[in-house]
Antibody, heavy 120, light 107 residues
Framework: QMQLQESGPGLVKASETLSLTCNVSGGPVSRYYWNWVRQPPGKGLEWIGY???????YYNPSLKSRVTISLDSSNNQFSLKLNSVTAADTAVYYCARTVPGQVWPSLDVWGKGTTVSVSS | DIQMTQSPSSLSASIGDRVTITCRASQSISSYLNWYQHKPGGAPKLLIYGASSLQSGVPSRFSGSGSGTDFTLTISSLQPEDFAAYSC?????????FGQGTKLEIK
């Protein structure tokens, strides 16, 4: 069974770049869409974007100018970079999988999340 | 973007109760509606996809209904492990969007 685990610094300074990695175990990163989702304190979930195993990406327009999602097939992982962070980027960040070709796309496997705080 | 509005934002209920959570989309999303359960420190769990299809391994006390703009998640008889947060999500169009969540607490 596929498992995902997020990793990265728990504290990032304002104006710097947040970098997170999602390690995929129990299966290859190929053939899936790989998503990043976040949840700020006291707020709902926000979808950040995805990368397909082919390398194509889609980013939430609200974050598009600051986000890069990349795939590292050799290490079976994918990454998120969010630059010019502010306090509003403080959140729990999750990685999640979408199976391509489904009639009803969903996020069917998730990591446990990692908390990132932005300090001023 | 499609806005998803969930209600209630919090709910107190007892073991054995029947509970319903609603989700409304700002435009028609057909049946492109998913429900998730999440607990503090844990991975969110897909419960329902396509508005009414039960994800493999999810207990049958969970059910979903609706299409177009109005959807419901029902738990037929609450169990202790069901006290958690629940979120709806539309996958009709990108950017995917979520409801603000419903926190289900023990009465």
């Amino acid at each position: 069974q596929m498992q995902l685990q997020e990793s990265g610094p728990g504290l990032v300074k304002a104006s710097e770049t947040l970098s997170l990695t999602c390690n995929v175990s129990g299966g290859p990163v190929s053939r899936y869409y790989w998503n990043w989702v976040r949840q700020p304190p006291g707020k709902g979930l926000e979808w950040i974007g995805y990368i397909f195993y082919s390398g194509s990406t889609y980013y939430n327009p609200s974050l598009k100018s600051r986000v890069t999602i990349s795939l590292d097939s050799s290490n079976n992982q994918f990454s998120l970079k969010l630059n010019s962070v502010t306090a509003a980027d403080t959140a729990v960040y999750y990685c999640a999988r979408t199976v391509p070709g489904q009639v009803w796309p969903s996020l069917d496997v998730w990591g446990k999340g990692t908390t990132v705080s932005v300090s001023s | 973007d499609i806005q998803m509005t969930q209600s209630p934002s919090s709910l107190s209920a007892s073991i054995g109760d029947r509970v319903t959570i609603t989700c409304r989309a700002s435009q028609s999303i057909s049946s492109y509606l998913n429900w998730y359960q999440h607990k503090p420190g844990g991975a969110p769990k897909l419960l329902i996809y396509g508005a009414s299809s039960l994800q493999s391994g999810v207990p049958s006390r969970f059910s979903g209904s609706g299409s177009g703009t109005d959807f419901t998640l029902t738990i037929s008889s609450l169990q202790p492990e069901d006290f958690a947060a629940y979120s709806c999500q539309q996958s009709y169009s990108t950017p995917y969007t979520f409801g603000q969540g419903t926190k289900l607490e023990i009465k």
